[in-house]
């Protein structure tokens, strides 16, 4: 086992290796992906087909497509007849085709195949066109042949175990559309001819004759993310810019040509290839100043600063990681935009500006106005409610305590203890309409004292007690069961848009000040960082 450290992450890899070389792999931690972990996991895959998911962003992917499909998603078919390359990407991935491994190359292999290149420099400096061999090991002495451009000239190379025979055309002709290269090898001696030039030859050196090859054969790119994962003398840095076509092959001189493919002009797999003569980009359109950038068969928008998504319509927010500084809410907190900047949503047991401090809590404190609430599993309360708390208030109104039939704001049966001007009110729902208990007396909403109030309902019938002064629910029938699956939330709710509209006497807010000792029907909560269950707000 061998560990890497990896720049810009710093993140430990265990990387395994078996005898087979080309058998290791990277252990990735959570949240990175890819042959090397180079890149955050896709969390939300919108690619189909089998798509390659690459994050754009931390928050939006691209998809590079298999071959035979096209477009954002990959949703869309298409018929290659001229496969069309684009090279290597941003996210340093090639495109390619991949065929079945080629059968009797040892002694002898004959290439033909043509090829028109994309309209730029980058073209013709340092770009695969074709490779067979091993990969996985990287070392000098793996048995590959490889065609390719550099400089401007058409390279053949091939290994057969004792060192690299290295074949170069002269400059390529500018002028010529559809450039046809023919090259091969019979046991050390290769050859080369690429359009009108003379045929060029040379052989490797040392005493092997034959060639172990079994795997794919690859054009236009490289299935492996990484040149230095290839064989030495082997490495192109770029993948194919253009149309390769009308490829070839011979294993014998008294042989015929025959295609690629098994079957016949089939490719076992590819990676963002695209048909010759057909732009993507024509079809997308990138608002705001975004750029389309076609890559074979992928396509996507790279957008300029300040704006996002896939056509480039959407804003970047203040508390998107792609903002220019990002936010700065610690792990596991919330981001909340703000009209002049941002707040950070504390979760239960942190605090702080950016929630970077680590806190005990046992008395909890509410903050109304910065979305404070603790939720706790549901307690069975269903033909019996009977709940009891101290809490020491900083504002007249509040929610206490809420539990309901659905999180929603036609929520069904509820139960609700708040505070309304300074008043303490219990509502309850039980399918019948909504019954409302008050308090006789108005607490203190200085901080100043801690109040006890006892309350809830044994069947229809309610009771509110607020230190020892009792109030009654004079009621003779109606519905007895209090049906609810919500989380049971204190001090506040997490959306306030999704209590009853019944269960607090104007619009919810949370509660401001103090809670301690919350018993419902004889279990005690433990108002602390680890007491809490599930999602959790800024409690200090």
Same mark, same amino acid.
């Given at each position: 086992?061998?560990?890497?450290?990896?720049?810009?992450?710093?993140?430990?890899?265990?990387?395994?290796?078996? +005898?087979?070389?080309?058998?290791?792999?990277?252990?990735?931690? *959570?949240?990175?992906?890819?042959?090397?972990?180079?890149?955050?996991? $896709?969390? %939300?895959?919108?690619?189909?087909?089998?798509?390659?998911?690459?994050?754009?962003?931390?928050?939006?992917?691209?998809?590079? $497509?298999?071959?035979?499909?096209?477009?954002?998603?990959?949703?869309?078919?298409?018929?290659?007849? %001229?496969?069309?390359?684009?090279?290597?990407?941003?996210?340093?991935?090639?495109?390619?085709?991949?065929?079945?491994?080629?059968?009797?190359?040892?002694?002898?292999?004959?290439?033909?195949?043509?090829?028109?290149?994309?309209?730029?420099?980058?073209?013709?400096?340092?770009?695969?066109?074709?490779?067979?061999?091993?990969?996985? #090991?990287?070392?000098?002495?793996?048995?590959?042949?490889?065609?390719?451009? *550099?400089?401007?000239?058409?390279?053949?190379?091939?290994?057969?175990?004792?060192?690299?025979?290295?074949?170069?055309?002269?400059?390529?002709?500018?002028?010529?559309?559809?450039?046809?290269?023919?090259?091969?090898? +019979?046991?050390?001696?290769?050859?080369?001819?690429?359009?009108?030039? *003379?045929?060029?030859?040379?052989?490797?050196?040392?005493?092997?004759?034959?060639?172990?090859?079994?795997?794919?054969?690859?054009? @236009?790119?490289?299935?492996?993310?990484?040149?230095?994962?290839?064989?030495?003398?082997? %490495?192109? %840095?770029?993948?194919?810019?253009?149309?390769?076509?009308?490829?070839?092959?011979?294993?014998?001189?008294?042989?015929?040509?025959?295609?690629?493919?098994?079957?016949?002009?089939?490719?076992?797999?590819?990676?963002?290839?695209?048909?010759?003569?057909?732009?993507?980009?024509?079809?997308?359109?990138?608002?705001?100043?975004?750029?389309?950038?076609?890559?074979?068969?992928?396509?996507?928008?790279?957008?300029?600063?300040?704006?996002?998504?896939?056509?480039?319509?959407?804003?970047?927010?203040?508390?998107? !990681?792609?903002?220019?500084?990002?936010?700065?809410?610690?792990?596991? &907190?919330? $981001?909340?935009?703000?009209?002049?900047?941002?707040? $950070?949503?504390?979760?239960?047991?942190?605090?702080?500006?950016?929630?970077?401090?680590?806190?005990?809590?046992?008395?909890?404190?509410?903050?109304?106005?910065?979305?404070?609430?603790?939720?706790?599993?549901?307690?069975?309360?269903?033909?019996?409610?009977?709940?009891?708390?101290?809490? #020491?208030?900083? =504002?007249?109104?509040?929610?206490? !305590?809420?539990?309901?039939?659905?999180?929603?704001?036609?929520?069904?049966?509820?139960?609700?203890?708040?505070?309304? &001007?300074?008043?303490?009110?219990?509502?309850?729902?039980?399918?019948? @309409?909504?019954?409302?208990? #008050? +308090?006789?007396?108005?607490?203190?909403?200085?901080?100043?004292?801690?109040?006890?109030?006892?309350?809830?309902?044994?069947?229809?019938?309610?009771?509110?007690?607020?230190?020892?002064?009792?109030?009654?629910?004079?009621?003779?029938?109606?519905?007895?069961?209090?049906?609810?699956?919500?989380?049971?939330?204190?001090?506040?709710?997490?959306?306030? =848009?999704?209590?009853?509209?019944?269960?607090?006497?104007?619009?919810?807010?949370?509660?401001?000040?103090?809670?301690?000792?919350?018993?419902?029907?004889?279990?005690?909560?433990?108002?602390?960082?680890?007491?809490?269950?599930?999602?959790?707000?800024?409690?200090?």
């Amino acid at each position: 086992m061998v560990h890497f450290h990896l720049w810009p992450n710093d993140v430990s890899l265990h990387v395994y290796t078996f +005898s087979d070389a080309e058998d290791w792999f990277c252990e990735c931690p *959570r949240l990175y992906t890819g042959r090397l972990c180079q890149f955050n996991a $896709c969390e %939300r895959n919108p690619c189909g087909h089998g798509a390659t998911c690459i994050p754009k962003s931390p928050l939006e992917a691209v998809c590079l $497509c298999p071959y035979g499909r096209q477009g954002l998603l990959c949703d869309e078919p298409i018929n290659i007849t %001229r496969a069309r390359f684009s090279g290597t990407d941003e996210f340093g991935y090639t495109s390619f085709v991949a065929y079945s491994s080629l059968p009797s190359l040892s002694f002898f292999y004959e290439f033909k195949l043509k090829f028109t290149l994309a309209n730029n420099s980058s073209a013709v400096k340092d770009n695969l066109i074709l490779f067979a061999g091993h990969k996985g #090991q990287g070392n000098d002495g793996d048995d590959f042949f490889v065609l390719g451009l *550099r400089n401007g000239r058409v390279v053949h190379k091939f290994n057969l175990g004792s060192g690299i025979a290295i074949i170069v055309s002269d400059r390529l002709n500018q002028q010529i559309n559809i450039h046809t290269v023919t090259f091969g090898r +019979s046991k050390k001696t290769g050859w080369l001819k690429v359009d009108g030039q *003379r045929n060029r030859t040379g052989s490797s050196p040392g005493p092997l004759v034959g060639l172990n090859v079994f795997n794919q054969l690859f054009v @236009g790119g490289y299935n492996e993310y990484t040149p230095e994962l290839l064989p030495l003398g082997s %490495r192109f %840095r770029h993948g194919f810019q253009g149309c390769i076509f009308d490829v070839q092959f011979r294993t014998g001189r008294d042989r015929k040509f025959q295609v690629l493919g098994q079957p016949a002009g089939h490719p076992a797999f590819g990676r963002s290839v695209g048909q010759c003569g057909v732009t993507l980009c024509v079809h997308i359109h990138c608002r705001n100043g975004g750029t389309c950038v076609d890559s074979g068969s992928s396509v996507y928008c790279q957008c300029p600063f300040g704006w996002k998504g896939a056509l480039c319509s959407e804003t970047v927010s203040v508390c998107d !990681v792609e903002h220019s500084p990002p936010p700065l809410c610690a792990h596991g &907190s919330t $981001c909340i935009p703000l009209p002049n900047g941002y707040t $950070c949503q504390c979760p239960l047991g942190t605090a702080g500006l950016y929630c970077e401090k680590a806190v005990t809590i046992s008395d909890p404190y509410f903050s109304g106005n910065l979305s404070s609430w603790m939720s706790f599993p549901p307690v069975s309360i269903r033909h019996r409610t009977a709940l009891q708390l101290q809490f #020491q208030p900083l =504002s007249p109104d509040g929610i206490l !305590v809420y539990t309901a039939q659905h999180l929603s704001a036609r929520a069904g049966d509820f139960f609700c203890l708040s505070l309304k &001007s300074g008043f303490v009110q219990l509502r309850y729902n039980l399918g019948d @309409g909504t019954h409302i208990l #008050q +308090s006789a007396q108005q607490v203190d909403s200085h901080g100043r004292t801690w109040h006890t109030v006892k309350t809830g309902r044994i069947g229809h019938q309610g009771f509110l007690s607020l230190d020892n002064k009792e109030v009654r629910e004079n009621v003779t029938e109606g519905m007895t069961t209090l049906d609810v699956a919500t989380d049971i939330f204190v001090g506040g709710v997490s959306t306030l =848009s999704f209590v009853s509209t019944d269960a607090t006497e104007g619009e919810p807010m949370g509660f401001t000040g103090g809670l301690r000792e919350l018993i419902l029907n004889g279990q005690e909560f433990a108002l602390t960082e680890t007491g809490a269950d599930g999602e959790v707000g800024t409690v200090m």
